[in-house]
């Protein structure tokens, strides 16, 4: 039965040589088809008489009815089927569509974060060259501190000692 468009099939029907089978040629038909055609499709359930040639073969034109019936059904439910399949095909395509978007979208955030701490660590980085810079100018110029007061302490120092060397020297004479 194959595909699903609007391709027309040549069909032939012929009796065999007992001529109580009809011989259908160019359809393959499964036996629940040929059985539901054998049925009587009347609508309100009761037996319609079939109509036999005086061979006891069914009537052609009812069987080419019948045979156009199923193939009509079988083509809507084939057409059915395919719809069904393309509106599932889009809407897996349009969920696919929306979980690339919703992924594109974290990439973004998770990229702008990212860019966004290793800014803040550069700044951080500068913060922190720049104290130790500072750290380096007091500690320079507290060791230049240190120096002068030891300077002027040792200075105070011979000054003291001389002055209290004197004044021992001097009181050292008088008691003489």
């Keep these: 039965m194959g595909g699903g468009g609007s ?3 040549r069909v032939t029907f012929e009796a065999d ?3 109580n089978i009809t011989v259908v040629k160019g359809v393959r038909l499964s036996d629940s088809v040929i059985d539901r055609m054998k049925e009587p499709s009347s609508p309100s359930g009761r037996p319609q008489s079939q109509h036999r ?3 006891g073969a069914v009537n052609d034109e009812e069987l080419k009815k019948r045979i156009a019936e199923e193939l009509a059904l079988e083509r809507a439910r084939r057409d059915s089927e395919a719809q069904k399949r ?3 095909g889009k809407l897996l395509e349009q969920e696919r569509i ?3 978007e919703h992924l594109t979208r ?3 955030r998770e990229r702008a974060a990212t860019e966004e701490e290793r800014q803040k660590a550069q700044r951080f980085a500068k913060q922190l060259e720049e104290k130790d810079r500072e750290l380096k100018k007091h500690d320079a110029y507290y060791k230049e501190q240190l120096a002068r007061l030891e300077e002027r302490s040792a200075q105070f120092y011979k000054v003291t ?3 209290y060397q004197k004044a021992a020297d001097e009181v050292s004479a008088r008691f003489k």
């Design 7 to 9: 391709s027309t099939r």
């Design 17 to 19: 040589e007992n001529e």
């Design 53 to 55: 040639s005086a061979s």
């Design 86 to 88: 393309r509106l599932f």
């Design 98 to 100: 929306s979980s690339n």
């Design 106 to 108: 974290a990439i973004l």
């Design 161 to 163: 000692t001389e002055q």
